[in-house]
């Protein structure tokens, strides 16, 4: 099963992959909303760059939210994003679409459904029981107060 799940950052994003190299899952990491716009492509794309190298051999697969500009879209693809997300209207999703095939990438809906931990303050254990499947947490031996830190 693949869960899109919203991180804000390199600390999120290192929790999640590390849940999901141990439960053998796949996920799908999903910047802020609208991040596109305020945190750059740039900053994503050193992002990402970063995670597959502290995470060789995991499938990262890394959405850049450009909200609803297509401004952000074209910025992003000319940065080295190559999974974005975009809510405009369907004739410039369409269009988007193209272009960002041309470019060797993909547009996707925005993330509706999207995990967030750190807003949720899912522990360790719960995030991999959310991410496996249900029956599959490990045991949380963490001290009290301090689950999933």
């Known amino acids: 099963m693949t869960r899109p799940v919203r991180i804000r950052g390199i600390e999120d994003a290192r929790l999640v992959l590390g849940v999901a190299r141990d439960c053998g899952c796949t996920v799908v990491l999903v910047s802020p909303a609208g991040a ?6 740039g900053w994503w794309a050193a992002l990402t760059a970063l995670l597959r190298q502290e ?10 939210d450009c909200a609803d500009d297509p401004g952000h879209v074209l910025a992003a693809l000319r940065a080295g994003c190559t999974e974005l997300s975009f809510a405009g209207p369907p004739e410039v999703v369409v269009k988007l679409a193209d272009i960002a095939a041309q470019h060797g ?11 967030e931990p750190w807003r949720e ?11 496996a499947g249900p029956g599959t947490a490990p045991a949380d031996t963490s001290p009290p107060g301090t689950a999933g830190r």
Request: avoid cysteine; charge should be positive.
């Open 105 to 115: 990438a993909r547009l996707h809906p925005p993330a509706a459904d999207a995990v």
């Open 55 to 64: 995470f060789p051999g995991t499938e990262i697969t890394a959405v850049l």
């Open 36 to 41: 596109a716009g305020y945190l750059g492509g």
């Open 121 to 131: 303050r899912i522990p360790r254990a719960a995030l991999h029981a959310l991410l």
